[in-house]
């Protein structure tokens, strides 16, 4: 489990243990109820922020997805260098929310942007909706990876800084309840994930990288 996990999930434990213990004694119908709901409740946040070991995609031009969830699109977008592809993950509340490097090199950019905070799943998320952008460049080229905060995803987490090298499957951060995860993979990157398709951070291959010398990028 991630750190944050135990921040928000242990005081509705402790709450729900409270609410409990003072209504069985009493007995306190009301408080039971209270007790349980806060159990439950605390019991949804800590399995939310859970933190599963993964066996990462071993192939060396694989590249592995950067979250759990549904995909949500794929299709071509141009950028200020160029076409791009773009695979966009929908995480649901129920899946982990720990974001993985999809490939192995170097954090060589991150931006962080304010914006609005539509639907995860609206395609207008990936423009307007505030995101956390960060870039990885390798031997396979380079893969941009944005995380976007959702209508309730309101908290985006990125632990690494520019110049941090990462290997493929690494962690790199969280979007907490909710969001959606967009990969942008040079033209010639092999899709291999159609929409509707579930994937697993780090496990899961999205695409795969092209033979190429030159790492001109997204």
């Not at 870039?135 to 800084?161: D, M, N, P």
């Amino acid at each position: 489990m991630v750190k944050e996990g135990y921040w928000f999930g242990l005081p509705f434990v402790l709450i729900a243990g409270g609410l409990l213990g003072i209504g069985l004694t009493w007995p306190a119908k009301s408080l039971v109820v209270g007790g349980l709901f806060c159990l439950v409740f605390s019991l949804f946040v800590l399995n939310f922020f859970r933190d599963p070991e993964r066996a990462v995609a071993e192939d060396p031009r694989a590249i592995a997805s950067p979250a759990d969830g549904r995909v949500a699109e794929v299709c071509q977008e141009v950028s200020a260098r160029g076409p791009i592809q773009r695979v966009s993950i929908f995480m649901s509340p129920f899946d982990v929310h720990v974001n993985r490097s999809p490939i192995a090199g170097t954090i060589d950019e991150v931006s962080y942007r304010k914006g609005s905070f539509r639907a995860a799943y609206d395609p207008r998320a990936s423009v307007e909706n505030e995101q956390n952008v960060f870039r990885v460049s390798g031997e396979q080229g380079q893969v941009t990876v944005r995380q976007i905060a959702g209508v309730v995803a309101r908290r985006i987490v990125f632990r690494k800084k520019p110049g941090d090298r990462v290997e493929r499957g690494e962690r790199v951060g969280l979007i907490r309840f909710g969001s959606r995860v967009d990969i942008l993979l040079e033209p010639s990157a092999e899709v291999v994930v159609r929409k509707g398709s579930r994937v697993r951070a780090g496990s899961s291959i999205v695409g795969f990288s092209a033979h190429r010398d030159d790492t001109s990028g997204i």
